[in-house]
């Protein structure tokens, strides 16, 4: 297994993102929350996954709590992360929602809570006092953010009065908006990039084209509109290519491409143990230097339709049409 450190954590670089424990969103039904959830937690602590990320939006909590009862007994053996959707992020508020994260998960600290998305509205000066404290007296270890540009990441950091260690954001061989700003300054100062959706929901495993698009949540993500998976298609050749060498997936070469990057935690969701074990095994998955070129190349070359251009085919697609 290999492991990120920076800042005084240490943690597995492959990781588990939980959306879709008991999000209905997804479409997995009740026996996936009930029996399979665990089973992929039980499972990817035996591989040596120490990190696992939820967040009380996630089936409004149920996602916490599948979680929580997956890691009771072992609590030593995980680096729990959850996040605060910001909506009223005003101090009795803030200590209300950590308070029912931490009951949710069955846990008396979370070793890393983070605000989910940067709220344009409500000053943040308050909602990070607010976690300061939550940190001084024992029930966050450590604070992150989400979704957050780099100028509103080091605010944080003045707002909370040390180290804001982590943020999450979009980032996967389709998406490198990361790679500007976020992802530099993270490895310049020993703080980490957390990256969701590594396989930009499935677009990066190669088994969607333009005749064969997946259902449920995924419909609403402009990356598999038709136009786009043909866009697609030289950068999902050039992962086929480089996964027959090597005998693995896209996928798990996705993953690898990311985790060369130094200060980059994955946290690909799971549909079975199979997927997890999969996605596991992508840490152990070596590139080369010139198949990092070729893939960052093919990378580069893939430029997607993204909203708002992608908005009437997106309602399109919702129709039917």
Request: proline content about 7%; overall charge negative; aromatic content about 8%.
């Amino acid at each position: 297994m290999r492991f990120v450190e920076a800042n005084g954590v240490r943690v597995s670089a492959v990781g588990v993102g939980t959306w879709q424990f008991g999000s209905r969103e997804w479409g997995y039904g009740d026996d996936y929350a009930q029996r399979e959830a665990g089973a992929i937690v039980d499972r990817a602590i035996e591989l040596g996954v120490t990190f696992f990320d939820t967040a009380e939006i996630y089936g409004f909590g149920r996602s916490e709590r599948i979680l929580g009862e997956a890691i009771a007994g072992r609590r030593d053996q995980v680096f729990v992360a959850t996040k605060l959707l910001p909506l009223l992020p005003v101090p009795p508020v803030v200590r209300n929602r950590v308070a029912g994260s931490l009951r949710r998960l069955g846990v008396e600290r979370v070793d890393l809570y983070q605000v989910h998305w940067p709220n344009p509205i409500i000053p943040q000066a308050p909602l990070f006092r607010t976690l300061a404290e939550e940190q001084a007296e024992g029930r966050i270890t450590n604070v992150g953010v989400s979704n957050y540009p780099l100028d509103r990441w080091k605010a944080a950091e003045v707002d909370l009065g040390g180290p804001v260690l982590s943020n999450q954001v979009e980032y996967s061989l389709a998406k490198r908006g990361p790679e500007a700003e976020v992802l530099p300054w993270a490895q310049a100062n020993d703080r980490i990039v957390i990256a969701y959706s590594p396989l930009a929901q499935g677009f990066l495993s190669g088994r969607y084209d333009s005749a064969h698009r997946p259902r449920g949540v995924r419909t609403g993500n402009p990356l598999f509109l038709p136009e786009n998976l043909d866009r697609g298609a030289e950068l999902l050749g050039v992962l086929r290519d480089v996964a027959g060498a090597h005998q693995a997936t896209p996928s798990q070469v996705a993953l690898s491409w990311l985790l060369r990057r130094p200060n980059v935690v994955v946290i690909p969701g799971a549909s079975s143990v199979a997927q997890l074990e999969s996605n596991v095994a992508a840490g152990d998955l070596e590139l080369s230097d010139e198949e990092d070129a070729r893939l960052t190349e093919a990378s580069d070359g893939f430029h997607p339709t993204t909203l708002p251009a992608a908005l009437p085919s997106l309602i399109r697609a919702r129709l039917g049409r």
